[in-house]
């Protein structure tokens, strides 16, 4: 089994696995981090403002000198797929819609013939994520291209390096979406999915977002766990099913908290005081936000809480190209809800609070601010949730242009990924109050150490960063992965590991006709064994064992048993189940009046053979139908 990280494995996580010889793709994430070296761009016309200083891109970079301000359009970072040939890709498997914004990239190779796996909610969420991004980058006044730009032409050479400039890439356009949604199949928690004989795949819920799941691997001796983005919290989702998980060969643990230390209910405390007293004061509160995941939450929070503080009058707008369709999927995919969200559809009420603010006009939502209606319903104070939350491009940038100079107003840094100073830097000096409280629900270091004691892997495999204390802080053992769970195995970007999985076993069918004839005889308590003389067929990666036909129907018929193809085939009966041992490749070739019957091997042949394979300690013992065999090495009779 080899394993490759393709992507930034805490931003946007993209792994390649080869297991049971299929190649499965594991999420196809957008690195978007490559935004914030742009300056900020509103939909209003404003004067474009202050791009990051070149010292601050990489802190190995010299001396940079006076540069221009960059004026290109903005780029973004998909996985690195350039030593990877895109037809060897037999899968993807996508984990929740945050993770699947890089998937035009991939789908646009025309070598690419794989079959793409996601749920409902991952697909249609993250559908709308990417037409977002796609309207806001649509946009833009420039279409000109960050390789002509002074800015980053005079950058160093290892400041260029370290922010992968030559990875950069144009944001897709509508159509490239719509081909790349087309192509995707879509499964359920719990159903599993053939790959070729070779390979079962299996989404589970993992509480994290709407319809984001973990996915089982497996053959019938071998199993797989990725552990992606996955929440043990109280909230929207469906809540994690961890039973499935348990036991595996491998699990690879990916998606963890970017704010491991901070609670996230005091964090959503501290904000909603926050905005309570700013709309006391005549301001107006400003939250850059995805148009999904936590922001169902975080509406249904603030709304409780500001009706018990008797801001009920106060307007709340959310301002997004997707707004309503992200709002009316929230309340329409009931099944991949939380139980107390479910119970709700049966009463029948909508599941989450911010339907009925709708009706009431509490809440209200527009594509832009540009929009017909939007100057008409505005008033002030209000609270408003708009995007993009790395404040670089969409409607967000013209509210923290048009509220900044003013220190009654707010504005909150609520995503993980771009709550921090460093995005708000072009806009300084600014005179309004700024609260950064990132709201992550994933695994923190502590809960995903009980999960996986309680999972129970025989092998770990996580990046190296979270294996270790982080380097400003090598006594804090408790942000990192303990290493005495299992035996771990770090992993870095761009890195392939060899994960020595590889099972002595392969399944076959036995089929009824030779199972109703086998003579089985109690070797010791619940023990039985029966001998057996038959043919060995393969055929699209099954095993099957059949009696031997007429001549013309077997001769020369010739079988091989691979043991880096496992097959994935199920019997119909239990009891037509049987391993077939597969140490390099076994040849079984049937010729017509050539038939070997197990009890007409004489012992003293059999005994040296085995000896000579490593079976050194050997028992037989004389029975009335022939001899029992104990190989006390392999515990085998």
Not at 84 to 89: C, E, K, R, T
Not at 443 to 468: D, S, Y
Not at 549 to 575: C, F, I, R, T, Y
Request: hydrophobic share 40%.
């Amino acid at each position: 089994m080899d394993l490759c990280c393709l992507g930034d494995h805490r931003r946007a996580p993209c792994y390649a696995l080869r297991m049971s010889g299929v190649t499965v793709l594991l999420d196809c994430s957008l690195n978007t981090s490559s935004l914030a070296y742009f300056p900020p761009r509103a939909v209003v016309q404003t004067p474009v403002l202050k791009t990051p200083d070149s010292k601050e891109l990489c802190s190995a970079a010299s001396q940079t000198g006076d540069v221009s301000r960059a004026s290109c359009r903005s780029y973004v970072c998909p996985p690195t797929l350039d030593f990877f040939d895109p037809s060897s890709i037999d899968a993807v498997l996508l984990s929740n819609s945050f993770y699947l914004l890089a998937l035009p990239y991939l789908l646009q190779n025309c070598k690419f013939r794989g079959r793409v796996l996601a749920t409902q909610p991952t697909l249609q969420l993250g559908r709308l994520m990417m037409e977002e991004l796609a309207q806001y980058m649509a946009g833009m006044d420039t279409d000109a291209s960050y390789a002509d730009d002074p800015y980053f032409c005079n950058l160093p050479l290892e400041a260029q390096e370290a922010i992968r400039t030559n990875k950069w890439q144009s944001v897709y356009t509508m159509e490239d979406i719509a081909e790349a949604v087309q192509r995707v199949e879509l499964v359920s928690y719990g159903q599993s999915v053939d790959l070729f004989g070779l390979l079962e795949v299996t989404p589970y819920s993992s509480g994290a977002s709407l319809g984001s799941c973990n996915w089982l691997l497996q053959t019938p001796f071998d199993k797989f766990v990725y552990l992606s983005t996955s929440s043990q919290l109280t909230t929207h989702p469906q809540a994690i099913q961890q039973a499935p998980l348990h036991h595996a060969d491998v699990l690879l643990i990916s998606g963890m908290s970017l704010a491991p230390t901070l609670n996230p209910d005091s964090m959503v405390s501290a904000l909603c005081e926050g905005v309570a007293s700013t709309l006391r004061s005549e301001g107006n509160v400003l939250f850059p936000v995805f148009p999904t995941g936590v922001v169902y939450d975080l509406l249904e929070c603030l709304l409780t809480y500001m009706e018990g503080q008797g801001l009920h009058n106060v307007p709340i707008f959310f301002i997004s190209p997707v707004a309503d369709a992200s709002l009316a999927f929230a309340n329409i995919f009931g099944e991949w809800l939380c139980t107390t969200k479910q119970n709700k559809l049966y009463q029948p009420e909508p599941p989450f609070a911010h339907a009925e603010l709708i009706k009431m006009g509490r809440l209200k939502f527009f594509p832009n601010i540009q929009s017909s209606t939007f100057n008409s319903a505005f008033r002030s104070p209000c609270v408003v949730f708009a995007g993009h939350p790395s404040l670089r491009l969409g409607d967000a940038v013209h509210f923290l242009n048009l509220w900044g100079s003013n220190r009654r107003n707010t504005v909150i840094l609520t995503e993980p990924e771009y709550a921090n100073p460093a995005t708000l830097a072009p806009f300084q000096p600014l005179a309004l109050k700024t609260l950064i409280h990132p709201i992550d629900t994933n695994l923190n270091f502590n809960q995903a150490n009980r999960l996986l004691q309680e999972l129970k892997p025989a092998h770990i495999v996580a990046a190296e960063t979270l294996l270790q204390p982080p380097p400003s802080q090598p006594q804090r053992t408790d942000l990192c992965l303990d290493r005495d769970i299992a035996k771990s195995t770090g992993l870095s970007d761009g890195e392939v590991v060899n994960l020595p999985l590889q099972s002595a076993y392969q399944r076959a069918m036995l089929s009824l006709e030779i199972a109703n004839r086998l003579d089985f005889t109690e070797c010791r308590p619940s023990v039985f064994a029966a001998s057996l003389s038959a043919c060995l067929m393969t055929e699209n990666n099954q095993h099957q064992i059949v009696s031997f036909g007429n001549e013309k129907q077997w001769q020369g018929l010739s079988a091989s048993v691979d043991s880096s193809h496992a097959p994935a085939a199920a019997a119909a009966d239990e009891h037509t189940d049987m391993e077939v041992t597969a140490e390099s490749q076994v040849t079984v070739t049937a010729a017509p009046g050539k038939r070997v019957w197990a009890n007409s091997i004489s012992v003293e042949p059999l005994r040296e053979a085995l000896a000579q394979r490593g079976f050194a300690q050997q028992m037989f013992k004389p029975t009335s139908a022939g001899y029992q065999l104990t190989l006390v090495s392999e515990n085998a009779l």
